[in-house]
């Protein structure tokens, strides 16, 4: 088997940011709308393992939504991107 074959990568895309209280966070039920801090046109961030790789943009095409990666972070930037 090909050692590339079993290695594992989590990708993650991060929409935005919110803050609310944990009582609030409780109280929500499946297919509650948390409102997000961002806007439609603003970049998003893309992660592999938790650690910044790309910045994108949220595409809609009819009910299909994907990512579209618009920039890619060198080594340093995605170091400074964590702390």
Request: charged share 15%; no cysteine; hydrophobic share 40%.
């Amino acid at each position: 088997m090909n050692s590339v074959n079993s290695v594992y990568v989590e990708l993650s895309v991060v929409l935005g940011k919110t803050s609310l209280p944990i009582h609030q966070l409780l109280k929500m039920g499946r297919g509650a709308v948390i409102e997000l801090g961002t806007k439609q046109d603003e970049e998003i961030w893309i992660l592999a393992n938790n650690v910044p790789i790309a910045r994108g943009e949220i595409v809609v095409q009819g009910e299909r939504v994907a990512v579209s990666i618009t920039s890619v972070l060198s080594t340093s930037e995605s170091s400074s991107a964590q702390g």
